[in-house]
């Protein structure tokens, strides 16, 4: 990067701006940074704007960034991919031989909640990226997608009215790049935005998916579990009745402790009765336990294809499946899967009221949810977007999908997408092949007695 200090030496001759780029990451945008820093305001064409200072948290500047928005979205698709393959850039926090950015924190979600009503409900997505300078200062990148044939004109949908004229804007505008400024649209640019909006629509939307992980199968879950049951109580019923006893159990001197006393036979007989009640929540809950942290986690790569698709919702429904919030191996916890017969009020009765899965760290708005919906699993898809022939990975530590069938070698996965500003619905259906199939004795063996 070039010495950005008031000294740098003005007469340097400019870096060439490589637009055959996409102006994304890191790399690309310090390219477009070092071009703004070389010629300053210059560097202002119909893909590029420059702002060496806005107040981030103003409506000035909300207004400001949404024209640019507006301009770049009203362009011409041929014209515009000469440049940045479409792509248009705005650069907030630099100037030429400075780039002094503005103060940290700028939040896209933020913004964008920010410059909605002047937009509209469909305008496309943008991208947002930033290159820091120091400790306390950035510099912002707004990036505004290709325009594409089919598109609709994008009028401005709310007024503002700047103390500088050339700042304001009306609703029901319509606004378009010139050679290095928005403004509003003539009656022949218009016309041609029109026609823009007559050649034809988005191609279709062409997905590649592909499962990460395996898809488990476990036999004899039910029988393990009913195994295990049954030695717990047969161990507490093979333990001394009074709590003083020399042999007695810590569960036995703790219960002793909670009841005030010695467990006679009858508050022996109590717990065991109210521990057989609840069998079936009991099973219920040590079971997602034990698959949860037994079982290695799924996720999903997707790739579309040509094609840019804004907020997809993506559903895929993986057949005859459950699917389980995944655990870490070493949170695995034997009284989660088998439930003592004797709680206290610091032991596994407090621990599993509990809803551990609400504990999670979600980021705010996790674009990745699941659930099990009857016989099949779920899993709901929404990123801000899917570039073309990008892939988008979720995480293998969301979730852990089990097929119902221990001896299905494969199952079959549909998938339902739909993309904001389209009412059309993509679809499609793949088999997916599934893991090796285990022993829950062994499963259980090595993850919760293992001693290694």
């Not at 300053?40 to 103003?58: H, R």
């Amino acid at each position: 990067m070039p010495d950005l200090s008031p000294s740098a030496d003005p007469d340097a001759s400019a870096p060439a701006l490589d637009t055959s780029v996409i102006p994304l990451g890191e790399r690309a945008l310090r390219g477009v940074l070092d071009h703004v820093v070389a010629v300053g305001d210059e560097a202002e064409a119909t893909y590029l704007e420059v702002k060496s200072f806005l107040d981030m948290n103003s409506k000035a500047t909300a207004a400001k960034i949404a024209k640019f928005l507006l301009g770049a979205a009203n362009r011409r698709p041929g014209e515009a991919a000469r440049h940045f393959h479409g792509y248009a850039v705005l650069v907030i926090g630099a100037a030429k031989n400075s780039a002094s950015g503005v103060p940290r924190g700028t939040e896209a979600h933020e913004l964008e909640d920010r410059l909605r009503p002047y937009l509209g409900p469909q305008f496309p997505a943008f991208e947002f990226g930033r290159i820091g300078i120091n400790a306390g200062h950035e510099v912002l990148f707004v990036i505004a997608q290709p325009p594409e044939d089919g598109q609709t004109i994008f009028p401005c949908h709310k007024s503002y009215q700047g103390a500088d004229r050339r700042d304001s804007m009306e609703d029901g505008a319509i606004y378009v790049r010139g050679t290095s400024n928005t403004r509003p649209a003539r009656s022949g640019e218009v016309l041609s935005l029109v026609e823009r909006s007559r050649r034809g629509g988005k191609p279709p939307i062409n997905l590649e998916l592909q499962l990460l992980g395996t898809i488990g199968r476990v036999d004899r879950v039910d029988e393990v579990l009913e195994t295990l049951r049954g030695f717990e109580e047969e161990r507490f019923s093979e333990q001394p009745t009074l709590a003083n006893d020399a042999f007695a159990s810590t569960s036995i001197r703790l219960a002793s402790s909670i009841f005030g006393g010695p467990l006679s036979a009858e508050d022996r007989e109590q717990a065991l009765a109210e521990w057989r009640s609840k069998k079936a929540e009991h099973i219920a809950k040590g079971r997602d336990h034990f698959l949860g942290a037994a079982m290695t986690g799924a996720g999903v790569q997707v790739v579309s294809r040509d094609r840019f698709v804004a907020k997809p919702h993506l559903i895929l429904t993986f057949r005859n499946c459950e699917v389980l919030d995944y655990l870490d191996p070493d949170d695995a916890d034997f009284e989660k899967v088998i439930e003592p017969v004797l709680q206290s009020n610091n032991g596994p009765l407090f621990r599993q009221s509990l809803d551990y899965s609400s504990l999670r760290p979600l980021p705010r708005e996790y674009p990745v949810t699941w659930c099990t919906l009857g016989k099949n699993a779920e899993v709901v898809l929404t990123p801000e977007s899917f570039r073309p022939n990008v892939p988008w990975t979720s995480d293998q530590d969301d979730y852990v999908i089990i097929a119902r069938n221990p001896q299905a070698s494969s199952v079959e996965v549909s998938w339902q997408l739909t993309e904001d500003g389209s009412d059309s619905v993509t679809s499609g259906e793949l088999r997916v092949p599934t893991g090796p199939l285990v022993d829950a004795a062994d499963l259980f063996q090595s993850v919760f007695l293992s001693t290694d």
